[in-house]
């Protein structure tokens, strides 16, 4: 017989019943022995049930207080529709969350003290926070002594210093909170004039109330990080009674040198997902290859590691908008390991699409979830386009009508919405966004999507009938580049038959063909070709970098390792011109498999990969030296 004293489970069935019940005798006003009064409205509830969920019930009816004995509590600083969804989720467990509800939300139930929905408003908060919202969550997550919020909120605001300094909200600040950020060494800022004129507009939103704090706020200035133009203007922009006092005090008291802002130390790299990781063929023969995300700075010429995808996914899009934020979608993901049934009985990995949505928090180095996509889609194209995220099409995502869907991404809202479908489905087409529209590319069609009729038109066609290619936009001009003919007949992956009606091109084994259309003509037109060495499976990226269009690739050469390289376009002379060769020092075998984009990421925040040789030149003669970029080099010591 068990003991007295012992524990046992819940019986889950009998308490949704009694939850249900209690629900009922609340809507039937059953059995009630208390009225919650706000404003002009009554709540008739239970005091166990109230007192279960909230600490602050707990106290007024168990501590014997003057309202422990009344039948009528007068309830202030509440609002009574936020109380009725907090008396609703005392009663069912659920809370109604939305972006309308979630920020009295978060006052009320930290006021009543319900604990459960507060962790929730905050995780909604957190998962919320964007470049528009971004200061005033700040300001939420210091007032209540959420230090969760108040991170996170801080974390985005220093990425997007540049766009919200000049925000109300941010005009709105505490002092506490503006010095705390102006000191911050995490800033986005690409020079410290933004600082100071962030600090000036703070001070100026209203001069007589905030004299009293100049010195603490300009003190935050890195002075000497200022421009020697910015310097000699200094004094025009100080109010005229403060000056000589406060700016040559300042001037006189800082270093003469600073320690750079985050901002200031970016380098623009190229991003590689779906690169081979070092572990790469350890695992068993059966399960995915592990993969992993990489950064190639061709400035330092140093690769970086970025954190892994999320669940190890692969064939993900990727994007990086023009301020700099990074994101993935979609892919597929292992759902089940499971040993296999015949043919050997072997392990086997089960994998799907997933819809998943994560953006990188650069500082952290981290992958942060956002709402999943509408559809689960493989290889998705990403394109930001007129303040939005599209995510077009996607390899063997359905039936035909599921690969035509295409979504687009609110950041300001953190939803998807669908929006017009793809003309036709195609396994392979490439997406670039110019001049305020989206082209989808393949074969030799061109389909442009205008964001404000919602609707795709289909473009001039070009010479050469590709797929696979890679496309890229630089101004008014889309480059598409490489690729391979495409199929004839009945096409690949269902496509329908030699879109056009043209022959396939045949494939270009010494050089890499380049197509550039003009958007505002609607023409297409032939331009130099690559003159890459010859090559049997190209990687062909092409890519905005260094200030130009240029295109990254993998040159396989006959009897010899393979080699990167980056080539850079002159489009007034019409030829291209080798910018860059990759040093084998710097980048090995990314496998077959990886795609590119570029962003300026922060070198302090990600972790370095130090070189190693692949195995395979390990020579079988113990040979000590072998040749590497024209010169000789030691292996290195076991």
Known sequence: MSGLGERRPVNADYAVSLLEQLKFFYEQKLLTDVVLLVDDSEFPCHKMVLAACS???????????????????????????????????????????????????????????????????????????????????????????????????????????????????????????????????????????????????????????????????????RIDALSEVTQRAWFQGLPPNDKSVVVQGLYKSMPKFFKPRLGMTKEEMLIFAEALSETAGLGVAASPAPVAMVCYSPQAE???????????????????????????????????????????????????????????????NSWVAKTPMLCARRKPSLVYCDGFIYAVGGDRVGGELDRRTVERYDRAKDEWTMVSPLPAAWFWSTCVAAHGCIYALTHDLTYCYLPRADAWAEMATRKLNRCHASAAAFGDLVFYLGGVAAAAATGW???????????????????????????HKNEWRRAADVPAKRYTDPRVHAVALLDGLCVFMRETHAHDRPKYTIYQYDVELDRWFLRQPVSERALWELGDAFHCAVGKLYPSCLEESPWKPPAYLFSPDDAEEFEMDGELVSFPLA
């Not at 909170?177 to 962030?198: G, H, I, P, Q, Y």
């Not at 056009?500 to 045949?506: K, N, S, V, W």
């Open 55 to 221: 600490s602050y019930f707990r106290a007024m009816f168990m501590g014997g207080l003057s309202e422990s004995k009344q039948t009528h509590v007068h309830l202030r600083n509440v609002d009574a529709t936020t109380l009725q969804i907090i008396i609703s989720y005392a009663y069912t467990g659920h809370l109604a969350i939305s972006d309308s509800t979630v920020e009295p939300l978060y006052e009320t139930a930290c006021f009543l003290q319900v604990e459960d929905a507060l962790l929730q408003c905050r995780d909604y908060l957190v998962k919320k926070i964007n470049q528009e919202n971004c200061v005033r969550m700040l300001s939420i997550g210091d007032l209540f002594s959420c230090s969760e919020l108040k991170q996170s909120a801080k974390r985005m605001v220093e990425h997007k210093f540049p766009t919200v300094y000049r925000q109300d909200a941010f005009l709105q600040l505490s002092h506490e909170l503006l010095v705390d950020l102006l000191s911050s060494d995490n800033l986005n800022v690409e020079k410290e004039e933004t600082v100071r004129e962030a600090a000036m507009l703070w001070l100026e939103y209203n001069m007589e109330a905030r004299s009293q704090h100049l010195s603490s706020v300009l003190s935050q200035i």
């Open 302 to 364: 140093k690769v970086y590691k970025l954190r892994d995808p999320p669940q190890n996914l692969r064939k993900v899009g990727t994007l990086v908008t023009p301020d700099n934020d990074v994101f993935i979608a979609g892919g597929e993901a292992v759902l089940e390991s499971a040993l296999g049934r015949g043919g050997g009985g072997g392990p086997h990995v089960l994998v799907d699409a997933v819809d998943s949505f994560f953006w990188l928090d650069a500082q952290q």
């Open 493 to 519: 992956g269902g496509a329908p038959a030699a879109a056009g009606g043209r022959a396939p091109a045949p494939a270009n084994g010494s050089s890499l063909a380049v197509e550039i259309y003009d958007v």
